[in-house]
């Protein structure tokens, strides 16, 4: 990928007066030359492949066009190029303000802004915080695990989509920098209160590693941030041997592309991860050489695993080295562009695909695991890797 990455991150994406927060692959590579690094998929046909890359070049050109218009008018050119990626019809088109995408870039690095809570809709459509981390400002004040989340600056927060709910609590990357104010609604029992905290710079625990008391290792990926790759790789390294691996992508909601192929390779001696096209022109991405091929490994996986982290999957349930349980990933396989815009925002479109190592379209289908499982998925992984039994 020679140093060009994709970065899969919640962010805000305005479609005209709109807010909206969705999951989606930034590329960052080298924002400063607006230079497309490239993965993910090959075209189906090349009748196919030459329509789509006019349909994207139009779009791209037009997005272009409003911007450079709305300039010359004195108007807007990000607010012009919002309107015009709208009308495009592209599903992961967006276009962000300067700080939006500065705050990506920092993403990469495995850092964030905000209040250091995880948090999620329960059937009922409340938001319940899920965990708090350590040092942050929530466990400065005492916010617990279970608490109830019920408002965000006044803006009550039920029934809200979880990602809307991050948007709340980080605020606008341009107007809530660290040290910003924001007051949280919560509930603890019958005990209901106000908690005004100061948002931080915070690091990401991206990937972390559990040993059990059977031996079997438990790596769990977040995202694929800086040094994530190696930091798998360094873990399956110092598992027991024969022991078992249960790699938890649940909820992994993608990263750098060149990360997620080193930790692919962690399991894999070379060969196909993935290949993809850019505007037509195909490409491959090859696992490194020397990973774990023997010890029993399992995959978890559901409905939040998307773009890069179903990228790791489609290779090992491709390739035969894992059995993958869970419930069907979100089916985010495509990637775009970033270009800068003349008041220093960015617009992106999409401009390719990926496919598995096998030719599975991923973007719109996401993968089915080998093994159907909900909340019991980890029960179920640990069955399977008894069944698996001891490679030697």
């Not at 080298?30 to 789509?52: E, H, I, L, V, Y």
């Not at 989340?149 to 107007?175: C, F, H, I, N, Y």
Request: hydrophobic share 40%.
């Amino acid at each position: 990928m020679s140093g060009r990455d994709l970065f899969c991150q919640p962010r805000r994406i305005r479609r005209g007066a709109a807010l909206t927060l969705v999951f989606a692959s930034v590329l960052v590579a080298g924002a400063a030359t607006d230079s497309f690094p490239g993965p993910d998929r090959k075209p189906p046909a090349d009748a196919a492949r030459s329509a789509g890359s006019a349909s994207r070049h139009d779009n791209g050109a037009a997005v272009a066009k409003a911007a450079a218009e709305a300039m010359a008018d004195g108007k807007s050119p990000m607010e012009a190029a919002e309107r015009a990626v709208s009308r495009s019809g592209d599903r992961w088109g967006a276009v962000y303000s300067q700080g939006e995408y500065e705050e990506f870039q920092e993403a990469l690095d495995g850092q964030y802004t905000g209040v250091g809570l995880w948090a999620r809709r329960e059937r009922d459509g409340r938001i319940e915080v899920t965990r708090v981390q350590t040092g942050s400002p929530a466990a400065a004040a005492g916010i617990r695990k279970g608490d109830r989340l019920l408002s965000v600056d006044g803006k009550k927060v039920d029934g809200l989509p979880v990602t809307e709910v991050v948007s709340l609590l980080r605020g606008d990357a341009d107007d809530a920098p660290a040290g910003t104010a924001v007051t949280l609604g919560l509930q603890r029992g019958a005990r209901a209160w106000t908690e005004t905290l100061r948002r931080a710079r915070l690091s990401t625990d991206s990937v972390t590693v559990h040993r059990r008391a059977d031996g079997v290792t438990v790596i769990r990926i977040a995202a694929f941030t800086r040094g994530s790759g190696e930091t798998v790789r360094t873990a399956v390294r110092n598992a027991p041997d024969g022991a078992g691996i249960v790699l938890d992508l649940r909820g992994n909601s993608g990263g750098l592309v060149t990360e997620a192929v080193t930790a692919a390779s962690a399991f894999l001696d070379g060969g196909l991860v993935a290949t993809y096209d850019v505007d037509g022109e195909q490409r491959a991405l090859h696992a490194g050489r020397g990973g774990d091929t023997a010890r029993p490994l399992v995959a978890l996986v559901d409905g939040g695993t998307m773009s890069a982290a179903e990228l790791v999957t489609g290779a090992l349930q491709d390739r035969g080295r894992a059995v993958v349980v869970g419930s069907r990933t979100f089916g985010k396989g495509s990637v775009q562009m970033p270009s800068r815009l003349p008041d220093g925002s960015v617009a992106e479109l999409t401009v390719g695909h990926y496919h598995t190592p096998s030719g599975h379209s991923v973007d719109g289908r996401g993968i089915t695991p080998d093994l159907d499982a909900g909340r019991d998925a980890m029960r179920r992984a640990e069955t399977v890797l008894s069944g698996l039994g001891d490679p030697s």
